[in-house]
């Protein structure tokens, strides 16, 4: 781990966020299969886990992302004993100002925010999470999409790096770069794909990559 905090890359994944300890095998395969396909980043969430089979899935990623970006969910007290290189968080997480008082400064600082939150905070992170930009199954009923203006807008009030989230597929990605984010992050369209490989070089090929 480098002294300074490394940001995510352009294509980053989520997992999917509602793993049991059923679910911990298929995703595992899903993410070497990912890795070798060229994905360089991902953030692990889970939180229904327990501590114990949280560990123990991290340790396994990390070593499947070996020389790749990894970051923790929430469990900011985990984030070095697993050799992660972030730590990221939501609305109901510890905000970034009270982190920053105990985090080792060798770990990136990411915050999920939304079109309404208050921007102040933003500042605390080293990197946003920024949506949801387009209709996605996992916020339908809850937060509404804010499409391409909407990213504008929060990419606008912000001089942090910014990540667009939500419904992000190969041919969306051009058009989403070109509102000035630094890239995107893919939750179903990497890890609900039939086949996670060849998603993972579908976005990249958007990259350009």
Same mark, same amino acid.
């Given at each position: ?5 490394? &940001?995510?890359?352009? #294509? $980053?994944? $989520? ?21 070798? /396909? ?11 886990? *327990? ?5 123990? &899935? ?15 969910? *929430? ?35 990411? $915050?999920?925010?939304? /079109? ?7 500042? *605390?992170?080293?990197? &946003? ?12 009923? &809850? ?21 667009? #989230? ?32 060849? /998603? ?10």
């Amino acid at each position: 781990m480098s002294a300074e905090p490394v &940001l995510p890359p352009p #294509l $980053l994944a $989520l997992s999917p966020g509602d793993l049991g300890r059923a679910g911990v095998e298929r995703f595992v395969a899903a993410a070497v299969r990912a890795r070798a /396909a060229g994905l360089a980043g991902l953030v692990l969430r889970e939180p229904t886990l *327990d501590e114990h089979a949280y560990v123990e &899935l991290a340790r396994r990623l990390r070593a499947t992302f070996a020389g790749a970006w990894l970051a923790v969910h *929430d469990r900011a007290h985990l984030a070095l004993p697993l050799g992660a290189d972030a730590v990221h968080v939501g609305f109901r997480s510890l905000t970034p100002a009270v982190l920053r008082t105990w985090l080792d400064a060798r770990l990136a600082l990411g $915050l999920s925010t939304h /079109a309404d939150d208050d921007a102040r905070p933003w500042a *605390d992170a080293d990197y &946003l999470f920024h949506g949801p930009v387009f209709d996605t199954p996992s916020k339908r009923g &809850l937060v509404e999409p804010i499409g391409l203006a909407g990213l504008v807008r929060a990419t606008g009030r912000t001089t942090r790096p910014t990540w667009a #989230l939500g419904g992000i597929r190969p041919d969306r990605v051009r058009d989403v770069l070109a509102t000035g984010v630094q890239g995107v992050a893919v939750r179903a369209g990497i890890f609900g794909a039939d086949d996670p490989a060849r /998603a993972v070089e579908g976005l990249l090929a958007a990259f350009g990559k």
